[in-house]
């Protein structure tokens, strides 16, 4: 039974290895992206074009840091002392 899981774990780190970029080649698809928009290098509106997708970029990690989809957004609340003693 042992050998048949190890196929299914190297595909699993694989897979995991495969999803992940490096900053340079995140910078390179934004830059991409923005000049597939008409944007030219070296002005202001390539930079801004730069600026806003790395902003939502940003805002989409912390929605989904935040957000339980089982129960919504976390909340911290605490618990008082006097609940946790016998």
Same mark, same amino acid.
């Given at each position: 039974?042992?050998?048949?899981?190890?196929? +299914? +774990?190297?595909?699993?780190?694989? +897979?995991?290895?495969?999803?992940?970029?490096?900053?340079?080649?995140?910078? &390179? %698809?934004?830059? &991409? #992206?923005?000049?597939?928009?008409? =944007?030219? #290098?070296?002005?202001? %509106? =390539? %930079?801004?074009?730069?600026?806003?997708?790395?902003?939502?970029?940003?805002?989409?990690?912390?929605?989904?840091?935040? =957000?339980?989809?089982?129960?919504?957004?976390?909340?911290?609340?605490? +618990?008082?002392?006097?609940?946790?003693?016998?």
């Amino acid at each position: 039974m042992m050998p048949r899981i190890w196929p +299914v +774990v190297a595909l699993a780190a694989l +897979v995991a290895g495969c999803t992940t970029m490096t900053p340079e080649e995140r910078r &390179a %698809a934004d830059e &991409a #992206k923005c000049r597939s928009y008409g =944007f030219t #290098k070296r002005n202001d %509106a =390539f %930079a801004e074009c730069l600026q806003r997708l790395d902003l939502d970029r940003r805002a989409d990690l912390r929605y989904r840091a935040d =957000f339980n989809s089982w129960y919504g957004p976390s909340i911290y609340r605490p +618990v008082p002392l006097y609940l946790l003693r016998p």
